[in-house]
Structure formats: C-alpha cells, structure tokens
C-alpha cells in the first residue's frame, strides 16, 4: 500500500453536479503547478475548514498532474461531512489535502469485470481508463437505484460503449452476481466498491466457488463490529518507547495509545484509509480494516490500530 503524501492547499477550480446528490470537486494547485502523480484506486483525505476530514476517491485522469477530480455523495445521515462539502465549499476556495495513497490498486490482468454501486463509482473510473489504456478486456456492471442517482454515466459511455452496463435498480432490477462469479472462473480478475450489501454479497459468493484472489474490494464505511465476547482486554507492548498499554475490550488500540500520551496519526478511525497502519513485531493481531489482502492478514506483520485489536494476550508493536 501506498505511503500518504504530504499536506498541501490547493484550490476549487470547478465544481459540478454530476447526478442528483453527488457533486464533483476540480483541485488544483494555487499557482497551477504540479500535482502528485497517482494511480488508479488512489484517494485523498480531504481536511474541511471545520477540521473535520474526510477520504475521497480520485476520479480523473491519471495523466492529468495538474488537476485532481473527487466526487461526493450527499449523506444526510453521515457523520457531516458530505454535508459541508455540499453546503458549505465554494468554487474558489482553499481547502488542504493530504496524499494520494492507494489502497485499491489496480494490478495487471488480461481480463477485468468491474462493479460499481452508487458512488462506488469513483475508484472504479479510472481504473476503467487504465484497463483501457493496457489494451485488456474489461466490462463495467454499474448499478445505482436510478439512472438520475448515478454519476457519470454519459463519461462512462463515451470511454466504454457496449462495454459499459448500466443498472439501475428501478429499470432492471439488482446486479447480477452469479454473472459475476461465471465471468471470474474464466478468468476475470473482479474489482468492485459500493455499498456494504453488494461488497458482502460478491465476497460470500466468492468465497463459496474459491475464487477469493480473484475479487478485490473497497469499502466506503466500515463492516459490523465484531461482539463484546469477541473483544477481549489485551496488552500493547511498545518495542521502540518502551512500556506497555493496556486496552480494555470497549477502547481501541488508538484510543488507549493517545489516552497514554502517545502520538498516532490517524484519518477514518474506521480502518478504510491505512494512515494509522503500524507494524507488528510480536503477537496476533485481529484484523477488522477493510485494507489489507488475505495474504497480509496472514502474515500478521502490520496492523491499523484504529479497529484492529489482539488475539493475543500481549502483542508488540513498532512504536
């Protein structure tokens, strides 16, 4: 996974509204300068003026250094920021971002099915325009709960054709995820971001024809919590300060480092961006991020602190 870039200002050069309640954000630097480079899947934190910060996935053109696109979604029942962005930015103003990094992102393949849902479209875009670029075979299965609801369609025409399949729940019904399934077992390599529901609906369903390297995931919200039963106390042993933490079954790992005057960066606190990634240098972790592939929760060797909890009864971090 990428590392996060630096904070920088740039300004709102455009905004657009791209469908009803999803609004686009053109970011560029203040003297016109160049971006960051990124790939397909990267995000940004976005710091609001009200300190709030949010990440958003980069939607543009990846050859594109001197603009950076998002798009976001109007939640009225979110935790505020879709909220400010929508009401309270302004075509012109100054806002600060951190990054890009890349937790999505796209690997080489000959073949690729993407699946979009709703404003899960985001990552998906670009990725379409490197599958395209590779000369692979790619398809789009994008579904939404109305054609009005979902971003960008008339772009996606006009890259893709008959490549693309719009879906709109109240024109033809839910996603087909059998199709899916039958496209990956020849061979397709399976990217998708939307709701909770499709991404769990695709990864039960991959998992049931042993086909889970060939699916890839981001989530925009986090998954249910795991029980109180499920929650034990545990003890964090800090290798380079020294001491130890103890973290009670109802406090995240982050929460009891900063509560004992620790310094941890951290953006979501939902286990979705990987700033707050931490590597572990003893014990089990209990993985519950939606970053990391199965062979890196094999592995054991990281963890992101902010929803990630022990398995064992101490476990050593590189802090």
């Given at each position: 996974m990428s590392a996060g870039g630096a904070e920088r200002d740039v300004q709102i050069t455009g905004m657009r509204l791209e469908a009803a309640g999803v609004i686009s954000?053109?970011?560029q630097a203040p003297?016109?300068?160049?971006?960051?480079?990124?790939?397909?899947?990267?995000?940004?934190?976005?710091?609001?003026?009200?300190?709030l910060t949010r990440q958003y996935s980069l939607c543009g053109d990846i050859d594109d250094t001197l603009r950076l696109r998002i798009a976001v979604l109007l939640e009225s029942n979110g935790r505020g920021g879709s909220r400010e962005v929508h009401g309270g930015l302004r075509l012109g103003q100054s806002v600060t971002i951190r990054g890009p990094r890349n937790a999505f992102e796209l690997q080489?393949?000959?073949?690729?099915?993407f699946v979009a849902g709703g404003i899960g479209i985001t990552p998906i875009l670009p990725m379409i325009r490197t599958a395209q670029r590779a000369n692979a075979t790619w398809t789009l299965i994008y579904g939404g709960r109305s054609r009005a609801s979902m971003a960008f369609i008339p772009e996606l025409e006009r890259i893709g054709g008959d490549n693309v399949r719009i879906m709109p729940a109240d024109e033809t019904g839910l996603i087909d995820l059998d199709d899916v399934v039958t496209r990956a077992k020849a061979g397709a390599q399976v990217y998708s971001c939307g709701p909770a529901a499709l991404l769990d609906a695709l990864t039960e369903r991959f998992a049931a024809n042993?086909?889970?390297?060939s699916l890839h995931i981001e989530r925009f919200s986090a998954a249910s919590p795991k029980t109180a039963q499920q929650a034990g106390a545990f003890r964090v042993m800090l290798a380079r300060s020294g001491g130890a933490v103890d973290v009670a079954a109802d406090v995240s790992v982050m929460t009891a480092l900063r509560e004992a005057g620790h310094c941890v960066p951290s953006s979501c606190e939902q286990?979705?961006?990987?700033?707050?990634?931490?590597?572990?240098?003893?014990?089990?972790?209990?993985?519950?991020?939606?970053?990391?592939?199965?062979?890196?929760?094999?592995?054991?060797?990281?963890m992101m602190v902010c929803v990630s909890r022990a398995l064992t009864p101490t476990i050593t971090l590189d802090l």
């Open positions: 954000l053109e970011l003297d016109r300068s160049a971006l960051p480079r990124w790939h397909a899947g990267a995000h940004i934190d976005l710091v609001l003026p009200s300190g080489p393949a000959d073949s690729f099915v042993d086909l889970t390297d286990g979705i961006c990987g700033m707050c990634e931490t590597r572990v240098i003893d014990g089990v972790p209990d993985h519950r991020d939606m970053l990391l592939t199965e062979g890196e929760r094999q592995r054991g060797d990281v």
